[in-house]
Each structure stands twice: as C-alpha cells, then as structure tokens.
C-alpha cells in the first residue's frame, strides 16, 4: 500500500511559477511510475506528466511540455512538479499518482487527495 500527500498548490498570477510536491508512503515507492493528474471544474480528470522509477524516462502531456517539470527523489519517497509560466487554464486541482506503466493511460494504482492550483488572469 502507498498513501500520497500532496503539497504547493495555492494562487499565482499568469506567468507565475509553483512547484507541487508529493509525498508517498511505503517501502516501494522507488519501483513505481509517479505521476501528476489534473480535473478543472466540469472537466474530466486529465494525463499531466510521469516519470518512471530510475528518473530517466519523462512523460508529458503536450499542453505542459517545455513550462512543466517532473522530477523524482526516491530517498525522500517524494515526486515534484515545477510548473512554470502558468496560465489560466491550468487552474484545476492537482492529483499525484503511482503504480505500474497503466498511469501512462490513466489507471494508477494509488492516487493523492489533490491540491488545488488556481492561476489568476
């Protein structure tokens, strides 16, 4: 079992910067892919990026690539987002993810109870 808390959302004008952390329980947290989610009001859950246990594969949804980073420190069983130049329509709650390479498509395996990012105009 691998408990998810997740940490750094808060307000940030357009083109502002925040960097989200999650921090996960258990023993296995360095086997598994992390990732981060994200569901805006009336929308559906959505991919925002993964990266895998030894750090060294990325993955990114198109709308983030070049303004977001994931990052991973498997000695402090924690995973970042550093999410730069913010737009509006990243405002959305913010869900950190783990499990097997079915996060690639959406299925994790344990999810984070979410932290809300609002970007201001």
């Known amino acids: 079992q691998v408990q998810l808390v997740e940490s750094g959302g808060g307000l940030v004008q357009t083109g502002g910067s925040l960097r989200l952390s999650c921090a996960a329980s258990g023993r296995t947290f360095s086997t598994y892919i992390m990732g981060w989610f994200r569901q805006a009001p009336g929308k559906e859950r959505e991919f925002v990026a993964a990266?895998?246990?030894?750090?060294?594969?990325?993955y990114y949804t198109d709308s983030v690539k070049g303004r977001f980073t994931i990052s991973r420190d498997n000695s402090k069983n924690t995973v970042y987002l550093q999410m730069n130049s913010l737009k509006p329509e990243d405002t959305a709650v913010y869900y950190c993810a783990a499990g097997r390479p079915t996060l690639l498509s959406g299925d994790p395996d344990f999810w984070g109870q979410g932290t809300q990012v609002t970007v201001s105009v």
């Open positions: 990266i895998n246990w030894s750090g060294n594969s990325l």
